[in-house]
């Protein structure tokens, strides 16, 4: 068998050399070998399809893509029961999260030795081992929904010598009472609501960090800090995308499954560019908190001619819209259809940002109280009243 130190002080050196890892995390890192965690087999996409790949086939391969600092690699597929012949996936279930993206993490968790910590979402298992060598394997409890997932772990866990962690089979958005309250809550799965079980199971001034997103943009790092009352503040620290929480995740969604009657849709006309309302981070985080429920896809033409049609859907409305973009046109056509006008919602909340004096990300403030989650702006924009976004508990 190929050595995997090299290829592991390579990642960490590259991870320490582009600055995402924070230097009290280095030990960690460098102590935990990350291929104990990864399963044998993984899965690559190819086109819509999720093909597996196999250890046997190309040990080194497999080695090299466990240890490339900027590689997630798929780990489990259709809840571990392929919906595919000869084990072709459908949606990816779980994964092994990029190395960069777990040292971005555990950095903004601020964690110091001795803290406890609830990780929601074990998967693997390697973000568990990383917690336990710095902090203490009898301060890390993770839990993880997915009964096979959390035993395999758990024996990864085992296996590198942090049997003394708690591995917990059950749903992550409850925490878990039992070892509460916690110093810092770290999820590995992104939410739309976050869980108010988590702030009430961390001690206040502890801090509860965890993926974040909407239907329109699953792309956001937030950090939240807890109070007294078991409410937290906070703000988007950074733009990651995670695999969601399952209890909040959508359905799988295809353009096919959602459109239909095209010759019935209602025909106008727009001169934002789509890439304006898709492209832009800040852009695409205000409409999906303006715009909810709201998902787009791109279709790009099979020829070389750089067209592409965006499509914005809902699928509990039965509502579809689509742009069609095509080089060096000043209008784009728009069709939409069903009981909400997408596009006309999208484009009145592009707007608004434009107005707003395009706000980025971190001006976006983050409140969990018992009742629910609210989202606002701070700042001085250019519109008298800035949109409050509340999403119930």
């Not at 196999?54 to 392929?82: F, S």
């Amino acid at each position: 068998m190929t050595d995997p130190a090299p290829l592991l002080r390579r990642m960490v050196d590259d991870l320490t050399s582009t600055g995402v890892l924070d230097p009290p995390w280095r030990e960690a890192f460098l102590a935990v070998p990350r291929h104990a965690f990864i399963p044998d087999t993984i899965w690559r996409q190819q086109r819509r399809e999720l093909v597996p790949f196999h250890r046997a086939d190309d040990p080194l391969r497999w080695l090299e893509m466990t240890y490339a600092p900027t590689q997630v690699l798929i780990t489990q597929v259709d809840d571990g029961n392929p919906v595919g012949p000869g084990l072709i996936g459908d949606r990816i279930s779980s994964s092994a999260s990029q190395p960069n993206v777990v040292a971005l993490m555990l950095a903004a968790l601020t964690a110091e030795p001795g803290m406890t910590v609830c990780e929601i979402g074990t998967g693997t298992g390697y973000n568990a081992a990383l917690l336990a060598h710095r902090l203490g394997a009898q301060n890390v409890t993770t839990i993880e929904v997915d009964a096979e997932l959390a035993t395999r772990a758990g024996g990864a866990l085992a296996a590198a010598g942090y049997a003394r962690v708690t591995v917990v089979t059950g749903d992550g958005a409850h925490g878990y009472p039992p070892r509460a309250p916690y110093d810092r809550i770290l999820s590995t799965a992104a939410v739309g609501q976050v869980p108010s079980a988590w702030v009430e199971q961390t001690r206040p001034g502890g801090r509860v960090v965890t993926p974040w997103g909407t239907a329109y943009l699953n792309g956001a790092l937030l950090a939240l800090t807890v109070g007294e009352d078991n409410t937290a503040t906070g703000r988007l620290v950074d733009n990651v995308a995670f695999m969601w929480l399952r209890d909040q995740r959508l359905p799988l969604t295809w353009v096919r499954d959602c459109v239909y009657d095209e010759d019935k849709a209602l025909v106008s006309h727009t001169h934002i560019q789509p890439s304006k309302v898709t492209d832009d981070y800040h852009a695409a985080l205000a409409i999906g908190l303006q715009v909810p429920e709201c998902e787009y896809r791109f279709c790009r033409a099979k020829d070389d001619s750089g067209e592409y049609t965006v499509w914005f859907l809902d699928p509990s409305s039965r509502s579809w819209a689509s742009i069609d973009y095509a080089p060096g046109a000043e209008t784009y056509e728009v069709n939409q259809l069903g009981p909400r006008h997408l596009w006309d919602e999208v484009e009145a909340a592009y707007t608004w940002w434009v107005q707003a004096n395009s706000p980025t990300s971190d001006q976006w403030r983050f409140t969990i109280t018992p009742t629910g989650q609210h989202v606002d702006l701070t700042g001085t924009l250019r519109r008298e009243h800035a949109p409050t976004i509340a999403k119930g508990a």
